[in-house]
């Protein structure tokens, strides 16, 4: 009969199972497929050299840490590809039946395997000439001029990622051809490039693993989301409706579970308890526009002046705050004598009606150039103004608005009378004419928004 081991040989066996386990684990992973993943997130397979072909493995690298930072995308380790991609005993194929046994045994759900043709390199060189001033003397100054060569590295870099999805057994190649300047090296130059290539592949994963999430509540635009940083949620990422891609919110404030944003389009297509998905490249509502006003001036007795103007408008939308316009005309006096008119004004609104109906307020300045023919001679003769004004806009189908309002411009005294600049020394009318300008007016414009 053998006799019981005692404690301390007990622990000894314990211990030493223990730590083959642990040497044992990594041993065994490298050598077999990855198990499949526990969560619903996708796996993605960056393949960094060993392919057959010409992988990249500063690409991959570039790939491996952009689609982690987006925090929806499981990353297989380097070392675990590659240790697929030598287990393979036949050497490596490139059929898609062999690239969906190879994704499978990754347990991944995509493979990217980028390819880069080489780099073509090239150097400038520029002489660069700078001018320096040195006082010496009260009245004189001494000019030293410094001639330098400047070297400039560029390289064009072709690439072609190759992407197999798993899920579908639908396989793409996007080519790339991207440029890039450097003041560094061409090493500098051609990292650049290759930057903008990752940057590339990354939004189209966007697009073939779009975030989904669920509208909780609709507050007036304030839109609250069931998708938050967890689920790989970050700020200025946009969302339309399912059923309705002209609606988009815009992602303000993320949470682990939850995300705050604006519904900046569709107002009307998207409610509360609607599904959303992602829109990687969201087409936004143009905020430039372009139009026409007229302004009439009243004074006592009728219509002091007239104005036709053009106006530019740098955030006709209103959205994200005021609209900035800019507009340059032609304003006719009552007196018969026309200026040119230069103005700007910032005009805040108010939505009361969404996507139908603002009221704005309007304040600016303005410059008016008169001209006048007096004997012959050509006189001119300047105005500066401030205003103020409130109006309504009203939106109208194929992107118009018609706006109009009432305000005050500061009055001007016209009497100060100069020879144009385009001639010699001229002699002047004794009596010239002498106008009020400003006061009252109404304003009515139309815009078209792009």
Known sequence: MFNRPGPTVTRLFLGALTMLATLGGPLATSG?????????????????SGWPGRADWRLAEMLSNR?????????????????????????????????????????????IIPEVEGARDWRQRQEVTS????????????????????????ANVRADIRIYDARSGHEETLPFWVGAVSMASNWQAE?????????????RLRELYPLRATVVSKNGRDITLDAGWDQGVKARYYFHATSDPDSLVRVDRV????????????????????????????????NLGIGFAGRATIATGGLQSLLNTIEFHLNESGADGPDLVVD???????????????????????????????????????????????GGTTLDADSYHALGALGARLALPLGFKLSASIGW???????????????????????????RIGGPFVQAGLTWGF
């Open 32 to 48: 077999r497929a990855a198990p499949p993943p526990t969560s619903s997130e996708p796996v993605v397979a960056v393949v960094g």
């Open 67 to 111: 689609i982690a930072d987006l925090d929806r995308f499981r990353i297989v380790p380097e070392g675990q590809v590659q240790a697929a991609l030598r287990g393979q005993t036949q050497g490596v194929e490139t059929d898609p039946g062999s690239l969906g046994k190879l994704t499978h045994s990754l347990g991944a759900s995509l493979l």
């Open 131 to 154: 001018e320096t001033r040195r006082r010496y003397w009260p009245h004189h100054e001494l000019i030293v001029r410094t001639t330098r060569e400047r070297v400039s590295f560029g």
């Open 191 to 203: 990292s650049k490039a290759l930057e903008v290539v990752a940057r590339s592949l990354v939004l």
């Open 328 to 374: 340059l005309g032609y304003l006719s006096d009552s007196a018969g004598i026309g200026a040119l008119s230069l103005g700007a004004h910032l005009d805040p609104q108010i939505e009361l009606i969404p996507e139908i109906f603002w009221l704005d307020a309007s304040i600016g300045a303005e410059t008016d150039l008169y001209a006048m023919n007096q």
């Open 255 to 286: 949470f682990p579970d939850s995300c705050q944003g604006r519904l900046i389009q569709g107002f009307y297509h998207l409610a509360a308890g609607q599904r959303v998905i992602e829109d990687p490249v969201p087409v936004l509502q143009g």
């Open 409 to 435: 411009m500061t009055p001007f005294e016209v009497s100060t009378w100069s020879p144009d600049l385009s001639g010699g020394p001229v002699t002047a009318p004794s009596t010239l004419p002498s106008f």
